[in-house]
């Protein structure tokens, strides 16, 4: 027994030896990582600045009150008679404070955003947005405010210098979701804010620079006892603009005057656009749509009632851009993609054309707008008047030479290759997300789409549309009427769809933004460029600027005399055509402009007013297209706001 005895006292201390000498430096790390918890300290984010460097999206510091989690699981009412005393003093009601105490997910813990969705081991901010001198009350008296601390947090703020809006330019942040987290490699964790719209979204990486952490030790009740180790975070980088903010402030103006004074005059002006680009590089000047919101909605958490408004069709979908995502027919501003295409077709430009009231093609009479005619003219007095009738013509001699209905493919289409050429129908590739490709409604495109719809359009043609009759009958009878006719046949591009293509109507949809890079092209001899919003990044002291060089697209191959045929036409649309009453009184001799009215046709709708332009003629710089759904011809409302901003851009130094 004696031995026995010895020799498990003998194992015992050979055991305690082992745990204790040999293997200490592993259970000491267990130990460490069993009561260590790492706390995230987000970057500051980088600011949105402008071309000349002032802030559009900026930080604000704002004070936060905080009480530490030990305080409150040492209390035995948990920290309700603290969190009572601290809502006293900061003249708040005390119910939102103790909400804030609950980590979101524990037992009792209020839904989301009410509770604290942190980390469980840093102190818990249960106000942000404090006023400085009653944060100071409670600093004073720690006595009676144990676990109480005032901390300097940030938030995005936006300048408005020059009265920018911007909304959909610059985007917002939010809280990162699991997916996020998971997908980031580290980098993102789920305290951090990422962007979710615009600039925010696109140079989110930049913009939020890298977090750091700090290591601290807890105790079995989770509470913090110390700080054991920690790395500090790095700011984020400034992303530094082409915007120009008094050009943007003028585009904005200019799209809310002219909706306000067609909504006057009788029409819905339920939606517009307005860009600005370089036309030498393809930076994005300015870029307005409307309706649009206020960015700062998104800062603290929004409410569920501002986002319904955001995204109420109602209300005009705020939250959609239309310079990206709002795709319309062009109407007359397209011909100068058709002007190309005719040339490559054996037109002459110098020629002389019947401007008819109608014309047949095929078995179809298309009119001129407002069936007006205007007899022989000049081509470049068809592009001041912006007759139809000619390019109709045009259209359909093409579509015969290339066979008609018995052409397979687009291969010899130059008015579908003259589009394709301009990137129209494809991303413009802008540095900002949301962005749409239009449509160009070629051969390849009508039977795709064809084959998706032609048991719903088959089934329609005998069926109708009873929903729609209820309360439009004009309009179910046109819907039965084309179901019928597409239902078998729908797949042939037929004389009238070629016709539609030549004046930008029918199917043909493009943003504002792909239109503005047209005329760019135009105005700079072809030359076809990425629109980009960024033109470099840098340290927030401005420091260590990386520049964002310009994107050439490739070249868009103008027919020889294209360009030069077109200076003089849109000049003549300013001085003499469908744009002069607007344009009366602009110094054309000292600052020559080109410009293009157009009014876009929607069945169901009032007319689409586009204005697209470059100038000064002499010199290129700018491109300036402006859009108003359902406002009317372009004359009435697109070309005066495009005539408001060209007098900014005007007092603009050149650079």
């Excluded at 305080?71 to 809502?87: E, I, K, N, S, Y």
């Excluded at 790095?234 to 008094?246: F, L, Q, S, W």
């Excluded at 055509?577 to 001799?589: I, L, N, R």
Aim: glycine share 12%.
């Amino acid at each position: 027994m004696g031995a026995l005895v010895v020799s498990l006292f003998a194992l015992l201390l050979g055991r305690l030896g082992q745990v204790q000498v040999v293997q200490q430096s592993d259970y000491a790390r267990a130990g460490a990582a069993l009561g260590t918890r790492t706390v995230v300290q987000a970057a500051v984010r980088g600011r949105i600045l402008d071309a000349t460097g002032r802030p559009l999206v900026a930080n604000t510091a704002t004070l936060s009150v905080t009480i530490e989690r030990r305080t409150l699981l040492a209390a035995r009412d948990g920290g309700r008679a603290l969190v009572d005393r601290v809502a006293a003093e900061l003249g708040v009601a005390s119910g939102p404070l103790w909400d804030r105490t609950f980590p979101c997910g524990s037992p009792g813990a209020p839904p989301i955003p009410r509770c604290f969705a942190g980390s469980a081991y840093q102190p818990i901010p249960v106000l942000d947005g404090v006023d400085p001198r009653r944060a100071l009350t409670l600093l004073e008296r720690p006595e009676l405010n144990p676990g109480v601390g005032v901390l300097p947090t940030s938030r995005r703020s936006f300048p408005s210098p020059d009265g920018v809006n911007a909304a959909h330019l610059l985007g917002y942040v939010g809280p990162a979701d699991a997916a996020e987290v998971a997908a980031s490699g580290g980098a993102v964790t789920d305290t951090e804010s990422v962007g979710r719209a615009g600039l925010e979204e696109q140079y989110d990486s930049v913009l939020r620079g890298i977090h750091g952490s700090t290591t601290v030790a807890v105790d079995p009740r989770g509470a913090v006892t110390r700080r054991v180790s920690g790395t500090s975070p790095v700011a984020g980088r400034d992303v530094v603009t082409h915007i120009a903010a008094p050009v943007q402030a003028s585009a904005e103006q200019a799209l809310a005057q002219a909706v306000a004074t067609s909504r006057s005059t009788g029409f819905a002006a339920d939606s517009g656009a307005a860009v600005v680009l370089d036309v030498r590089t393809g930076a994005v000047v300015a870029a307005a749509s409307y309706p649009t919101y206020d960015p700062a909605v998104w800062t603290g958490g929004i409410t569920q009632h501002a986002l319904a408004s955001l995204t109420d069709p109602a209300a005009g979908t705020p939250l959609v851009s239309r310079v990206t995502g709002g795709a319309m027919p062009p109407a007359s501003t397209f011909k100068v993609v058709s002007v190309d295409a005719a040339a490559a077709s054996g037109v002459d430009l110098g020629g002389t054309y019947d401007c008819a009231g109608s014309v047949l093609v095929g078995d179809r009479v298309f009119h001129n707008y407002e069936s007006r005619s205007f007899g022989p003219l000049t081509l470049a007095r068809n592009i001041e008047v912006s007759c139809d009738t000619i390019w109709y013509r045009f259209a359909y001699q093409s579509w015969l030479a290339q066979g008609g209905l018995s052409a397979a493919s687009d291969a010899a289409d130059p008015f579908v290759a003259s589009a394709d050429s301009f990137g129209l129908g494809h991303l413009t590739g802008i540095d900002v997300p949301g962005e749409t490709a239009g449509r160009i409604p070629d051969r390849t495109w009508k039977r795709s789409t064809w084959e998706e719809s032609k048991v719903t359009l088959c089934r329609r043609a005998q069926t109708g549309y009873p929903e729609v009759a209820a309360s439009d009958p004009g309009r179910a009878t046109y819907l039965k009427a084309l179901a019928v006719e597409s239902c078998t046949t729908g797949f042939q591009y037929r004389a009238g769809d070629a016709a539609n293509f030549a004046i930008g109507q029918g199917d043909v949809l493009v943003t504002p933004l792909q239109l503005a890079r047209v005329y760019a092209a135009v105005a700079n001899g072809g030359t076809l460029w990425t629109p980009q919003v960024a033109a470099a990044t840098q340290d927030q002291d401005g420091t260590d600027r990386i520049p964002i060089a310009p994107v050439r697209v490739g070249s868009v191959g103008l027919q020889p005399g294209v360009k030069a045929f077109l200076d003089t036409a849109l000049q003549g649309v300013i001085t003499q055509g469908t744009a002069s009453g607007v344009f009366a009184g602009w110094p054309q001799a000292a600052y020559p402009l080109a410009g293009k009215t157009g009014s876009g046709e929607v069945f169901g709708k009032q007319a689409t007013s586009w204005f697209a332009s470059y100038g000064p003629v002499t010199d290129p710089r700018y491109a300036v297209v402006v859009m108003i759904s359902q406002a009317g011809t372009g004359g009435s409302a697109a070309a005066p706001a495009a005539r408001q901003i060209w007098q900014t851009l005007r007092a603009q130094p050149l650079s």
